[in-house]
């Protein structure tokens, strides 16, 4: 409920502090997808404070605080299929031309073989968008 509260305002800036507090594993998912899609497609900002290790895959960045300094936590990659960040020493990694793709699941994997056409062009796009082409 206090999400939703804190979505209804529309802010630039969301703070959130233990989102997945006490949810179970599904239901703590959605909510940080929720936050990741609100955040692309509204062109918010979210910054979450958590403990918990399972929302790194969602995140475009990870850092953690160590003797008071902020650090990188692992070099993130972006699954072409549903765009979440997966940790590219963790992702299901496959060879795709010239490069290596990185997916958060088999099922991704298997949906982006299956017809890569359709997930080329939104790849090619942020890769023009990011200033890499």
């Known amino acids: 409920m206090a999400i939703a509260r ?24 959605e909510i940080m997808r929720l936050l990741r899609r609100t955040a692309k497609e509204e062109a918010r900002s979210v910054v979450i404070v958590s403990h918990d290790q399972r929302i790194k895959d969602i995140a475009d960045r990870v850092l953690w605080l160590e003797d008071g300094q902020f650090k990188d936590m692992v070099t993130m990659a972006i699954d072409p299929v549903c765009g979440m960040s997966v940790e590219r020493e963790k992702a299901i990694s496959v060879p795709w031309k010239s490069q290596v793709l990185s997916f958060c699941s088999r099922g991704c994997r298997d949906e982006f073989l299956e017809s890569p056409q359709q997930f080329l062009k939104v790849m090619q796009e942020g890769s023009e968008r990011d200033g890499n082409s």
């Open 6 to 29: 804190a979505l209804v305002n529309e802010p630039a800036l969301i703070l959130a502090d233990e989102p997945t507090a006490n949810l179970d594993s599904k239901i703590g998912h």
